[in-house]
């Protein structure tokens, strides 16, 4: 995946050499260039920046300043002709400075910088938002982890449920209504008020009962026509 850039100098030359060089960055992709805070303020509001190319010395209101006024800031790579603002620029956690003129090489390195940066961002955000694949129940005086992929039907037992895996049964202390708000919607159904079922298990449909392995289970008439719908999906090959 590319990452979108923009760039903000108010230098006309500035903004072309920099073009030329995310042009010819195929991680890049260029999203627009602004002449100052304002229309960068715009731009940023507008459209998805994970990278910034930011010129310290512009009018009316620094990069420096402007990088302040920011609640959530992209990545940052300070362009400027003036050495000053180097250790501001650090305190501010830039990824790079680069001095005027810039050099493609120059320009390389501070980008596969903030490329490695995005990158790790990216991991460590699939890794928050990754749906987990088992869950832990108390059963007996133990607390049991089970993957979903090995649950294949849950049973109630009034204010127990019993969950049915391919090796085991396991009884745990909880309402079926419970348990079925804490599994991943895409993977199981409801087919009758004391069954939960794993689709992926379904071994087939007959009449107004799910076959799992040696199990039947019954299928509700008020449920029968989503339940069927839905497990059936578009796997269904029709003459």
Request: aromatic share 10%.
């Amino acid at each position: 995946m590319k990452m979108n850039c923009l760039i903000i100098d108010d230098e006309p030359i500035a903004r072309k050499g920099l073009r030329e060089y995310i042009l010819e960055s195929d991680f890049l992709n260029l999203v627009g260039e602004c002449e100052d805070a304002l229309r960068a303020s715009k731009q940023l509001s507008e459209q998805v920046v994970d990278l910034i190319y930011l010129d310290i010395e512009m009018p009316k209101i620094s990069g420096i300043e402007f990088l302040k006024t920011l609640r959530h800031r992209p990545l940052v790579i300070f362009t400027t002709a003036y050495p000053d603002y180097a250790l501001e620029g650090y305190n501010l956690d830039v990824i790079d400075y680069l001095m005027k003129p810039i050099t493609f090489e120059r320009f390389l390195k501070a980008t596969q910088k903030a490329l490695e940066v995005y990158q790790m961002k990216r991991l460590a955000d699939d890794k928050r938002h990754a749906q987990p694949d088992h869950f832990f129940i108390k059963s007996d005086s133990k607390y049991e982890k089970i993957a979903f992929s090995d649950v294949r039907y849950v049973e109630s037992l009034q204010n127990y449920v019993v969950i049915h895996t391919a090796e085991k049964k396991l009884i745990a202390y909880m309402t079926l209504a419970g348990l079925e708000q804490q599994l991943p919607p895409d993977q199981f159904i409801r087919v009758h008020k004391s069954f939960i079922v794993s689709i992926a298990s379904v071994k087939s449909i007959d009449g107004n009962e799910i076959i799992i392995g040696n199990a039947r289970i019954p299928i509700s008439r008020t449920l029968k026509e989503a339940v069927v719908e839905r497990i059936l999906g578009k796997n269904l090959f029709k003459r």
